[in-house]
């Protein structure tokens, strides 16, 4: 069966807002239903392309897309109403996951893949916004994988370097992604980031993205790049406000002054492209009001990485709506040309979520806008 070498942008734009149905759900390895990074998802090849779709949400059970049992190479064809509309690979299982810890934990409770590249793990698997519901991130499913036993509670720095340096053996992982609950305290998650990132580099050289809130000192920035951190993530979801205020009530207690304060500082250890937010289409912000706010971050030299929101079964916007694909395209489109104006490029980051890129549109859009 052939794959396709290219993939339209508005199609993955239709696919992550829609998602997916699948005839045989066992497609591809294990997904994650509930819990940080991209739940309720399965990744797929185009070609070269990979990309995250939604499997195991209320949109993607009515979805027009429907993906046929794969062959033994995992290949498979994507119809709608019967007809063709792409050709695809799922990803092969990955062979760290069959591994244990020297403490005896298995490889997948430690970090998991994202994509097919990537390595991606939420050292703390709680954090203090979740553990009020009058505070929480109204998206959020961070302790949903800990209550069903599918991971710790927290990784030790030994614990990662073992599993990371398997997965670049192993598997041929290219870069990692080291997220966090917020724990208590004003460094808000960059001193176990760091200890985290130090222990890895120790064994494996491997560039890291960490993630967490802005640390209350500017110092943080400095001390995660000392400690083998290539690149950061400081994630704002919601970009306006009174969606802040709504959506994530707790996290909205750091205001946007904090955040571009943050920014800057960061830009100025990390570099121009080496810092990003991730930004979730779909809240309630408008077009414009993200548009906007991504031209002031791309003017500093943060990266904006805007993907679709999805409901997660198990969160309270479990019934909210997707985004459509034409609202994500009159986004990410102008976003794209905003982006490389600004001197920026997805495939410029070291590492982290704007790198790989799975989770949106936008990287495929940036590379239709540059001169091949």
């Known amino acids: 069966m052939r794959e396709f070498q290219s993939i339209d942008p508005e199609l993955i734009n239709d696919l992550q807002t829609r998602g997916m149905r699948l005839v045989d759900p066992r497609a591809g390895h294990e997904s994650r239903r509930g819990g940080a990074g991209p739940s309720d998802h399965k990744a797929v090849n185009f070609g070269d392309t990979t990309i995250m779709v939604p499997v195991h949400t209320a949109p993607a059970f009515d979805s027009p897309y429907l993906v046929e049992a794969p062959d033994a190479d995992g290949r498979a ?3 709608r109403e019967g007809s063709e509309i792409a050709r695809i690979r799922f990803p092969n299982r990955p062979r760290f996951y069959d591994l244990t810890t020297s403490d005896g934990i298995p490889y997948n409770k430690i970090a998991v893949l994202h994509s097919r590249d990537v390595l991606a793990t939420t050292i703390l698997q709680t954090c203090i916004r979740y553990e009020s519901r009058k505070k929480t991130c109204q998206f959020c499913s961070i302790g949903q994988s800990l209550a069903a036993g599918r991971t710790v509670a927290h990784k030790t720095p030994a614990q990662l370097a073992e599993v990371a340096k398997a997965a670049v053996e192993l598997d041929g992982v290219k870069h990692m992604v080291m ?3 917020t724990p208590p305290g004003k460094d808000r998650g960059a001193a176990v980031l760091a200890e985290s990132a130090r222990a890895v580099k120790a064994v494996v050289e491997l560039p890291i993205q960490v993630q967490c ?3 209350e000192d500017d110092a943080w920035h400095e001390r995660m790049k000392a400690a083998g951190a290539d690149a950061l993530g400081m994630h704002l979801e919601a ?9 994530m009530p707790g996290k909205a207690s750091v205001p946007l ?10 830009v100025k250890v990390f570099g121009r492209g080496q810092v990003s937010t991730y930004i979730l289409a779909g809240l309630g912000d408008t077009r414009e009001a993200i548009l906007d706010m991504s031209t002031r971050l791309v003017a500093m030299g ?9 409901p997660i079964s198990g969160t309270p916007l479990e019934s909210h709506p997707a985004p459509n694909a034409d609202f994500m395209a009159s986004i990410l489109a102008p976003l794209s040309q905003i982006v490389i104006d600004g001197g920026l490029k997805a495939s410029d980051i070291k590492a982290g979520c704007g790198k790989c890129g799975a989770c949106s549109a936008l990287s495929t859009y940036e590379k239709q806008r540059i001169p091949a």
Request: cysteine-free; glycine content about 2%; charged content about 25%.
């Open 179 to 181: 997220t966090t609950g």
């Open 77 to 79: 064809r994507i119809t």
């Open 213 to 215: 809130e802005p640390p």
């Open 302 to 310: 943060v990266y904006p990485f805007v993907v679709p929101f999805v």
């Open 239 to 247: 970009v306006t406000p009174e969606v802040r205020k709504r959506i």
């Open 257 to 266: 002054d904090k955040y571009f304060s943050s920014f800057k500082a960061a």
